[in-house]
């Protein structure tokens, strides 16, 4: 799990999207994509080099009026093995 005071940022060469095909916002990089939800989406777009995972955790937070700590640093996580995001 990514330390809630690591930054983290997407990929250089990966990018949010929406598909209109499908219908819903993706994550594209060079080999893929990864097709988000809504709660994904609005993860990514406050990965941006700025803001810490408890940050990102604590606006979501605000948002959805819920705890999100444990969901955003699993998302992170998950994307961060498969080498899409950056938590240093």
């Known amino acids: 799990m990514p330390a809630a005071e690591a930054v983290p940022a997407l990929w250089r060469l990966a990018r949010l999207d929406h598909d209109r095909v499908r219908g819903c916002p993706v994550l594209l990089y060079p080999e893929g994509v990864v097709l988000l939800n809504e709660s994904g989406a609005a ?46």
């Not at 959805?64 to 955003?72: F, I, K, P, Q, T």
């Open 43 to 88: 993860i990514l777009e406050l990965c941006d080099g700025h803001r810490s995972v408890s940050g990102i955790a604590a606006e979501l937070g605000r948002r959805y009026g819920a705890d999100v700590r444990g969901d955003v640093a699993e998302f992170l996580d998950d994307l961060a093995a498969r080498e899409l995001v950056d938590v240093g």
